[in-house]
């Protein structure tokens, strides 16, 4: 995974708020995962279309963080939801 990869949501994969969580969940699998508030934002960044390198620059606008730990966290995520069949990466 790269920068300039964007990732795509299977069209069975809903994601709802409930409380200070977001809820992803596969229809077809059951699969289910929990995202704290930050990763939702992520979450959103990425069902705008934005490519990865994009939602890096989001987030280091929006939260008080360095660019190399920031990076790192938003690829173990997104690797992670991939993992789980919640996310396709795109290469670029």
């Given at each position: 995974m790269n920068?300039?990869?964007?990732v795509a949501i299977p069209a069975q994969v809903m994601a709802r708020q409930v409380g200070q969580e977001t809820v992803i969940l596969d229809l077809a699998s059951g699969t289910y995962f929990g995202l704290d508030p930050v990763g939702a934002r992520i979450w959103i960044l990425l069902s705008?279309?934005?490519t990865v390198?994009?939602?890096?620059?989001?987030?280091?606008?929006?939260?008080?963080?360095?660019?190399a730990p920031l990076e790192k966290d938003v690829f173990s995520l997104l690797?992670?939801?991939?993992?789980?069949?919640?996310?396709?990466?795109?290469?670029?």
């Open positions: 920068l300039t990869d964007r705008e279309g934005k390198g994009e939602i890096c620059g989001t987030m280091l606008d929006e939260y008080e963080v360095e660019r690797q992670t939801l991939e993992r789980q069949g919640l996310v396709k990466i795109e290469e670029a």
